[in-house]
């Protein structure tokens, strides 16, 4: 039996569901930063991430950090790419525009190659971008929340690593990591960034990172310091490796209880391969988008390779919006997303799909209980409307 | 009775003990950070912040971020300062040295004016250091959780606004915010900053801010952009008015149960006055002070006035160092800390007292315990070494 009060159910691309063993993680008692328990804690917390991201590189770095996942943008920026540089920032929606202007907030020249709604730049036009300068990174959002637009990774990185070997190959995972294929050390990923209230099952305020040695060794031959304090590197490398060697550490107090409950999550993420994870995603998108498709509903995506397997973002019927729909969802005790894109926010929404909501779908029934609720708000909404 | 599990009790200078309720909170279901529910109460707990904080100006501007209290640094130094312009640092310990660190970051000029250990910068010296030269801004440790060493608010404010009007004054508050006096507005302050595990009560991983009217128009008037992304008022402030005003809006995910803890600990803590929370901080705090120099400890501010009221640094007796003494007060159930300033880190403990071991002594008598503890296990080493 769940310890948690009864509540609508979250089912918005994150912060999503959490299971109870992580909210009781949540509600531990305080604890030291710097007393062993914590820091025991803490570096397993690390080293679980290792086996996420999929890297055996020992030299492979993960840091875990107070913040937003947003934070990640700048931990990138204020890192890995110095003034004057340029930055390929391919865009999929909403997040590209803020991670280039993050870019530029740190000196750096970002240089955005956009697609249609719904769609993703193509490869042509990627390799052709590569070959005009010279780019110190560039970066791919591998799902975009706002259009549920999915890129595909290791087909991506291997161009990068063709055309422009020496490209840093960055990947905004905020709404991926533990729910899309990636595999940091297959394909040859530089940074994978997220954010613990996504896929991977815990509370927000945790901005989360897998840095590649070969990004470590460009941070380290930096000729100017990083452009930030709180989201610097310098600071943080000794206490990631530190906590990591179950050694004690400061620089800034670590949310002890936000980095208990991840710990629940990666273990209980753990317990089956990455591969059956990534698989149960896929299979609760392809009945997502089934139920929805034979419910008239359009998807932002609508090239099947575009499809995130983390979420699905639909039009909905011509002249019906979000704040027509969500409340009616919400009666039925289902939390959906308005849009978040810009131009065509007030004709679409967003069900997000991901973490206990797919893994233990079994006992749960959250997707069949979402997709129930859809289809009777939109016939109550035809039949109100006579059609 | 307590739902929390059996634990040591936590007596550092921050994290702290957190109450039932607050614990209850953070173990929150999940809930939509542009949901009504959250969006309400978010929007009530920056109210409340202005009421910790003592202010009545509604201009003045309460920011709640995720992020460890160390971002409130890059906040103040990102966006109240200009590169190239210069920075007064007083300096009572280890955190005015991150501090002036942190601006060089932003291409500020950071001056400190040092004091020796267990004191701090006397008046006459901090008059002339401002009539020496046009400071944008100036910082003081409320309380130096290094050292323990207190500085006034009120004194030094007076002092600043007489001899150098313009200039920022800047609080750094964190462990002082809920324990120490500050009256926002009658001190003039144009920024407080804190973080949440310390004297209010609620788990790490917040970083919260109150930023004058004066301040946030010296922000509007910035000349070039501010320096970090994450850590912009330009990004965060229509968030965090639009959430105190009730509006859903979004530039980063809130840590909804971390804000949800938050709200909790803030209406606890306001259930009765500021200034008899302050004085309940008094009472303990010359108890502790009263029972350490009986057992023979010098605490590091030796001066009664440059004595923090919500924790206590103090020398181990000569020869005696904290991995001996520590895990013998851990032995009996109580975690303090080690030293933190670098050159006496080996010879001084710290004891903090704040938040609900202070206001609910009564029912927890941890700082009886406490005092019990540290007096065995002095006696027991002084046996031991057949003293």
Redesign the interface.
Known sequence: MS???A?PT?L?P?????SDEV??A??????????MPFVNLFGETLTMLRDVFQTKNPASQPFVI??????G??LV?ANLVEPGEDVLVLHTGYFADSFA??FS??GAKPTQLKAPIGQRPQHPEIEKALKEKKYKAITVTHVDTSTGVLSQIAALSELVHRVSPDTLFIVDGVCSIGAEELHFDDMKVDVALT?S?KAIGC???LSIMMVSERAMDVFKNRKS????????FKNWLPIMQNYEAKKPS?????????VTALNAALKQLLTESMNTRFQRHKDISDRVKKAVGDMGLKQLASDPDNQAHAMTAMYLPEGLTPPEVLPKLLERGV?F??G?HKEIATRYIRFGHMGVTVTNDQERKEVDKALKALKEVLDDVKKAKGQ
Chains 1, 2 share one sequence.
């Open positions: 310890t948690q009060q509540h979250l918005i994150g912060p999503i569901e959490v909210t009781q949540m509600g531990r008692f305080a604890q030291s930063h710097v007393g107070a913040g937003s996942g947003t934070l943008w700048d920026a202007d993050c907030i740190y954010a209230q509370p927000p305020g310091p990083p452009g930030s304090y709180y989201a610097s400061y620089f800034a107090t670590p949310p002890t209880q936000l939390i997303a308005g978040l």
